[in-house]
């Protein structure tokens, strides 16, 4: 028994249209801009064939259409072509105006996503800098007697867990031998951003934090 099942994935029907039109659809290198009520020809060509619908051909032909690749074919004195490879008229000079302004906002959007995925990559870089700022302010020296006092209350503490951390609480923030009492601003991941008790505004690992 013949199969019919119908073909679902977009990029499965244009491998099924290079094999069934090879002269109109070209599956590598320079392709051909195809006549204007092509989609009309290729539904009636493919009405009796189960494996397609019209619906995935119409979004399978927007993929080709609107690929980089195609969109470079559409130039000035360039002839459209039909479902068999033949000549249908030369491309308006609109139709080529259209075609580079489409493909200019498209290679300008995959440069945005590129930088943007970027940035992302290496969220670490920016959490660097602002960790070196606790180092360099230190607390004044305690008096003789207040060491004694806060290595009890350090020992009081114990290390805070990310997903109980929230903004506006009340933590503290292990800086050289004593933790610094404040108040949580912001969490990013395992950044945490905290306001202490002396105005200074530090970002410091989770592991730094005391509850």
Known sequence: ??????????????????????????????????KIGLFQDLAERLADDSKVSKTQ?????????????????????AQRIDLDGNDCG???????????ATLKE??????AKRV?????????????????????KRPKPAPASKPVKEAVVAENLTPAVLAELKANQRVNVKLGKAPV???????????VQVQLDSGLTIKVRVEHILL
């Open 57 to 77: 051909l119409r979004i399978a032909l927007r993929r080709y259409t609107s690929s980089w690749r195609y969109l470079k074919c559409v130039k000035a004195g």
């Open 106 to 111: 498209s290679q300008e959007k995959a440069k």
């Open 1 to 34: 028994m013949e199969s019919t099942e119908k073909l679902t994935d977009t990029n499965a029907i244009l491998a099924y249209l290079y094999e069934t039109f090879p002269l109109c659809f070209i599956a590598e290198g320079e392709t051909k801009p195809l």
């Open 181 to 191: 009492a404040g108040v949580i601003l912001d969490i990013k991941k395992e950044d």
């Open 90 to 100: 030369e491309l308006e000079q609109e139709h080529v105006d259209h075609a580079a």
């Open 116 to 136: 943007a995925q970027a940035k992302n990559a290496n969220p670490a870089k920016v959490a660097k800098k602002p960790v070196k700022k606790p180092v360099a």
